[in-house]
């Protein structure tokens, strides 16, 4: 595997764990709760979200396998996420496994949800996958300021 990669990943786990451990400081209630300017979506249902585009790039799309989205209903708390999110964790280490020498080889990924085939590289799919993840950490950390908490800095360095 290339050891870049992993230790990316590693910096990326850390930071998700600030983010999760700041998450589960929450009120249950509000981890779970609609927020209006957010479409209605809660914390929860964001990072069910992010852990089903990792489990959708790279497990369907890179590693075509047959994959079923989370449903956020089925993740009831700070808990569940982090149970979600082991899984991802077991996914990208196949991920990397497969294609630990063809990062950078351009090659055609069937995206069935969408009849297309892309060539792209792996190294596109997770980087994709990271920086959404990244995207949505930050709307998470928005939303829960928006129900009247202080994050915490949830950064790759953090102070």
């Not at 990792?54 to 890179?62: F, M, P, Q």
């Not at 569940?80 to 082991?86: C, G």
């Not at 069937?110 to 996958?129: E, I, Y």
């Amino acid at each position: 595997m290339n050891t870049a990669f992993q230790g990316q990943y590693e910096l990326i786990l850390e930071a998700r764990a600030a983010l999760l451990d700041y998450c589960a400081t929450l009120r249950p209630a509000d981890f779970t709760a609609p927020v209006p300017v957010f479409n209605n979506s809660s914390m929860r249902d964001l990072l069910v979200h992010v852990a089903g585009a990792y489990t959708v790039w790279l497990g369907e799309v890179g590693l075509r396998r047959e994959v079923q989205r989370p449903a956020a209903s089925r993740v009831p708390d700070v808990a569940a996420v982090r149970a979600l999110f082991t899984e991802v964790d077991a996914l990208l280490t196949d991920f990397m496994r497969h294609y630990a020498s063809r990062w950078q080889e351009p090659m055609l990924f069937d995206f069935s949800r969408q009849a297309k085939t892309l060539t792209l590289m792996p190294l596109q799919l997770f980087t994709h996958v990271v920086t959404h993840e990244f995207h949505h950490k930050g709307q998470v950390l928005s939303m829960s300021r928006q129900l009247g908490y202080m994050p915490v800095d949830t950064d790759v360095i953090r102070f």
